[in-house]
Each structure stands twice: as structure tokens, then as C-alpha cells.
């Protein structure tokens, strides 16, 4: 059963619609007010539904289901996976894998955006050396597996986590700067820089920072160049009217768009390893009336891997390392079509749709590696390594953002685990401003956002030798340069909060490794020709994706209220 898309994953309509669908304005419940009437102070309220999912992205209903349970053997003996049953809500992730051409729409818009900063540039193009090997030739793969067409549906590898990260960030903005521009509420993008002909040309930007969202959603990016013809009316009474055609006031009061609009998107990130597993496994195919009926070893059915269908008999599911020396098959009848990595949609897809969830390349997930993250993380939406920030205020008392030199807002780690008093937050704004923060972590001490678990020993810094057991080693995070390295458990660790979860299994792996339920791990900084990574987003609202067909309960409106003399 392949999931599709649902019917309450409705695309928005025009907020002129979406502000009310009837000629009476709907009221509040508690107090019995209009909402969007703007002679009463324009308290608004929207349609309530289902955000449609991202480009790329499919939805993922959520449920309970045993993390690790789909391991049936331990061959590493790293015991790591511990079986334990938790709930996943339901999210959105993408169909494939991010692929080359994708990457190359990333670096292009750096390129055009960020024309004289090459070490922007620089830092967001790919390891292609990790395709080198002193003894095997690979070298045409480092000039040409990035940029060729012939691999421009094949995923992007050499990508290390952190610039998996800043991919998912600048998707983000790209798609609802997109949005709005389309909409109308920016300047749509054949008028902007002030291009476009006749009277109702845009004037030149006079904020020529690229879209951010979270600067957008604080107010922000606005003014002569930036506003679109079809801003948001505005029904505060304390809303400027904006400029007339007449050059001159009178004209109608506008804003950007809101949150509590429902039109941008969540922001696009890389799914947690219990989410990532939990997709990969599929088992919403294999489920009637909350009862599964067979468990999963892989993202398809059977013991095997090779399909069982009449059209395609005998065929491999995935693109994996069939045995020792054997990438490809057979020359005349190649098993699994593939030497290398293959189209990130060359494979039948799992039962939720989403294609290479075993084999190609193994995806980067969110979460901090530690060995026993299954037995102590929460039973709910699992996940191991938040690291919790704050955007730093420029003017506190205006509520306006610090921002970087690319115009994205300065996040600091989050000093409480609550909401602080206002003026406990205008003093913290203001000393770290001014750089003299008063809760300032001392230098010896762990760094903010440490995950729980972390050593902070200064044997784990790499290039700092130390003895131990009589012997001098260099404990770098990889481990090459470890000459005790029998001898390292206990005592320091190459597990650090740098490391970061790997799954699935890819090209150049045994059929182990295509189990949902393994996992590996590599320094966020590290890249191989084995990894690559999908986004994921999470879904707002019910969770529940395809509701027809199934009993409910209905949800009762709300009687109108009248007032009475």
C-alpha cells in the first residue's frame, strides 16, 4: 500500500478567503466580539487547517512503533540499539534524496547572491576528494560526479552535516521567499531591483539583505522595493495607511505576512534518527485496525532483498555491496544496475513513498551519536541533541533582531528554562551587546548545549598527547592516530558531541547495513562518498494524514452568541 497524499493537506487559499468564508463575521467563543471587523480593534482569525507539505516532501503519519525492534542480529557487538517503544508524531520528509542538481541550485544562488565572498562559496561546495583513494581510480568521480548532467539525478555526497544544515536554512527561506513573491505579498521576482516596466514598476529594494524568515516573520524586511502589490490588510487600529496612488496617505493599511497566517512553511531540517527509522520502516503498509500483521527486516517485505514481483522477478530492492568485489554484478546482467551510487529515484519506493530508504547512500540524521540514546531518551518524539538558543535582540525595547553579515539573525545559547521576567531579558540583551554577559560560562567549562552524556576531558581534544597505560597517543575524534586504542574505553572516548548518526546503509555496504534499526556515526565535519542526507518538516496540526473511511468523533462548532438587553 504506497501512502499518497491527503485530502487535509490542503493547499492555502487567498487569505481574502481564508479571513472569512461568509458574509457574517465569526465570533470569540469567551468575550462574543467579531473577529476581523476592524472597527472593533481587527482581531483576526484564519481557516483553520492542514499546512500542504513543502516542495519535495510527503507526509509521514506518526504512531507508536519499537525503535530498534527490526534488528534481528548485532554483528558489530556495539549493542547501541536497544529495543523500546515510542511515538512518533506525524511529519513531513522528503520523497528522495537531496541530489546533485539540487546542491548545484544552492551553490549557484550563493554564487549570484554572494558574488565577491569565495569563501562562502568555497565552504558550501562538497568534499569531492572523498571519492579519492590511494588505491583505486577514482579520480574521474572528483572531477565530475558533482557537476556532469549524467549524475545530476544521482545524490550528492562529500556533504558533511553542518553543511547539511545550512542547506535545510537556506531551503527554508528560498521556498516561502518563493511563496511570497508568487502570492504577491513581496515583490514578485520579475519587478524586483526596480526592473520592471510601465507605472507600476517596483522601485530599486531599499533592503537588498536576502530573505530570511524569521527576520520576515519580526517585521523586519519591509519598504519601498520590497512590498508586494498584495500585502495583508491590516485591521489594527493603530496600523499607518499606507501611500496612496496619489503618492500621498490614504491609501489602505497593509502588513506582511504572520505566522498565525499559516501560509510560509515550517522550517526544513534533517529528521531525528527515531523519525528517520521510523519512515525507513514503513510499517503503516503492514498495519489493519492497529494490528501488524509482519514485521519489516527492511524497508520492503521478506527475508530477501531481491523483489518478488511477476514484472520485475529476482530483481534487487536496493543499491548495496552484494558481497566482496561485487558493486555491479554480472557484465550482460547487472543486479542492481548500479557501481556507484544510482537516480535517487531508480528503486521502487517504501510503502510510504519515499524512495532509497535502504542502500544508495547513508543519510545524516539530527541526533548526537551515544551508544545508549535508545534506553534514556523520552518515549515521545525521541531525540538526543538540542542545543537551545535565543535570537539576540539589536534594540531590546523595539523588539528587532541582531543580524550577520548574510542577514540572518545571531542566535545565542539559551540561558533559562522559562520565560524570563522582561527586565531579566532587556539586562541579558543588553550585557551581551555589550559583550559583558553576566552568566557567561567560564572557559573550562563544558560548552553550551553540551548533549547529556558528554566528556569534556581534555584527552578528547585533538593533537593534545597524554599518556595512558605507559604509551603516548593523540586522541583524535576519528581515531586513526590512536595507538591504544583497546585501551580508550573508560578512560576517554572518540564519542564527543561532534558525532552525529548516519542510517541506512549505501553503495558500498553489505546488506546489514540496509536494517532500519542500524546505526553509525561520524564527526559532523567528516564527509564520505557513502553519505548523503533528505530534509524533513514537521507537520502542525492533527496528526492524523488520511482520515477517510475510519469512525470519528465529530467536532461540534461553537453556537453564536447573542447579546440580550
Given at each position: 500500500m504506497k501512502v499518497l497524499f491527503t485530502k487535509t493537506a490542503i493547499v492555502l487559499l487567498g487569505v481574502g478567503a481564508a479571513l472569512s468564508s461568509c458574509s457574517k463575521h465569526q465570533q470569540s467563543e469567551k468575550t462574543g466580539m467579531a473577529y476581523n471587523d476592524k472597527t472593533n480593534g481587527g482581531y483576526e482569525r484564519f481557516r483553520q487547517t492542514h499546512p500542504s507539505p513543502g516542495p519535495g516532501l510527503i507526509p509521514i503519519e506518526g504512531g507508536t512503533f519499537v525503535v530498534g525492534g527490526s534488528a534481528d542480529q548485532d554483528v558489530t557487538y556495539d549493542y547501541n540499539n536497544v529495543k523500546r517503544r515510542v511515538t512518533i508524531p506525524s511529519f513531513y520528509m522528503d520523497e528522495t534524496?537531496?541530489?546533485?542538481?539540487?546542491?548545484?541550485?544552492?551553490?549557484?544562488?550563493?554564487?549570484?547572491?554572494?558574488?565577491?565572498?569565495?569563501e562562502l562559496y568555497y565552504n558550501a561546495i562538497p568534499d569531492t576528494l572523498v571519492w579519492r583513494k590511494p588505491l583505486s581510480y577514482n579520480e574521474p568521480y572528483v572531477d565530475n560526479y558533482l557537476r556532469h548532467p549524467a549524475f545530476q539525478d544521482y545524490p550528492?555526497?562529500?556533504?558533511?552535516?553542518?553543511?547539511?544544515?545550512?542547506?535545510?536554512?537556506?531551503?527554508?527561506?528560498?521556498?516561502?521567499?518563493?511563496?511570497?513573491?508568487?502570492?504577491?505579498?513581496?515583490?514578485?521576482?520579475?519587478?524586483?531591483?526596480?526592473?520592471?516596466?510601465?507605472?507600476?514598476?517596483?522601485?530599486a529594494p531599499t533592503n537588498k539583505e536576502p530573505f530570511n524568515t524569521d527576520v520576515y516573520l519580526n517585521g523586519q524586511i519591509r519598504g519601498a522595493g520590497v512590498d508586494g502589490k498584495k500585502m495583508l490588510p491590516d485591521l489594527s487600529p493603530n496600523a499607518k495607511a499606507a501611500v496612496g496612488a496619489n503618492g500621498k496617505g490614504g491609501g489602505k493599511a497593509v502588513r506582511p505576512v504572520r505566522l498565525e497566517d499559516g501560509i510560509l512553511k515550517q522550517g526544513y531540517r534533517l529528521p531525528s534518527e527515531a523519525e528517520w527509522e521510523y519512515a525507513a520502516l514503513a510499517l503503516i503498509g503492514n498495519t489493519q485496525f492497529e494490528n501488524i500483521d509482519d514485521n519489516k527486516v527492511y524497508p520492503w517485505n521478506g527475508l530477501g532483498v531481491r523483489s518478488s514481483k511477476k514484472a520485475t522477478r529476482g530483481l534487487i530492492l536496493a543499491n548495496f555491496k552484494r558481497g566482496q568485489g561485487d558493486n555491479a554484478g554480472v557484465g550482460g546482467y547487472l543486479n542492481d544496475k548500479a557501481d556507484i551510487t544510482a537516480p535517487v529515484r531508480q528503486y521502487p519506493p517504501n510503502d510510504f513513498g519515499l524512495y532509497n530508504m535502504a542502500g544508495n547512500v547513508n543519510e545524516w540524521v539530527q541526533d548526537t551519536y551515544r551508544q545508549t540514546s535508545f534506553e534514556e531518551f523520552d518515549d515521545f518524539n525521541p531525540f538526543r541533541g538540542n542545543e537551545f538558543t535565543n535570537k539576540r535582540l539589536a534594540d531590546p525595547t523595539k523588539g528587532l533582531y541582531a543580524k550577520d553579515k548574510y542577514g540572518k539573525p545571531i542566535k545565542d545559547p539559551s540561558k533559562s528554562n522559562k520565560k524570563m521576567k522582561y527586565s531579566e531579558l532587556i539586562a541579558l540583551q543588553q550585557a551581551q551587546?555589550?559583550?559583558?554577559?553576566?552568566?557567561?560560562?567560564?572557559?573550562?567549562?563544558?560548552?553550551?548545549?553540551?548533549?547529556?552524556g558528554a566528556t569534556t576531558a581534555a584527552s578528547a581534544i585533538p593533537g593534545q598527547k597524554n599518556d595512558l597505560a605507559g604509551k603516548p597517543y593523540n586522541a583524535d575524534y576519528r581515531g586513526y592516530n590512536d595507538t591504544v586504542n583497546t585501551a580508550l574505553y573508560g578512560k576517554t572516548t572518540l564519542v564527543n558531541d561532534h558525532s552525529k548518526v548516519y542510517k541506512g546503509g549505501s553503495w558500498n555496504d553489505m546488506a546489514f547495513w540496509l536494517n532500519p534499526a542500524t546505526r553509525r556515526f561520524m564527526n559532523e565535519d567528516d564527509a564520505s562518498a557513502e553519505v548523503g542526507f533528505r530534509c524533513a518538516m514537521t507537520l502542525v496540526g492533527a496528526p492524523e494524514i488520511h482520515p477517510e473511511g475510519k469512525p470519528h468523533y465529530s467536532v461540534k462548532k461553537a453556537k453564536p452568541y447573542k447579546a440580550t438587553r
Open positions: 534524496e537531496v541530489a546533485n542538481q539540487d546542491w548545484l541550485d544552492y551553490l549557484h544562488w550563493i554564487n549570484i547572491t554572494y558574488p565577491q565572498d569565495r550528492v555526497v562529500g556533504v558533511t552535516w553542518d553543511q547539511a544544515q545550512d542547506y535545510c536554512q537556506w531551503r527554508t527561506d528560498r521556498t516561502n521567499e518563493n511563496i511570497l513573491r508568487e502570492r504577491g505579498n513581496l515583490v514578485a521576482w520579475k519587478d524586483m531591483g526596480g526592473t520592471g516596466k510601465g507605472k507600476n514598476a517596483a522601485p551587546a555589550n559583550g559583558t554577559d553576566p552568566n557567561a560560562a567560564p572557559a573550562t567549562a563544558a560548552p553550551a548545549g553540551t548533549a547529556p
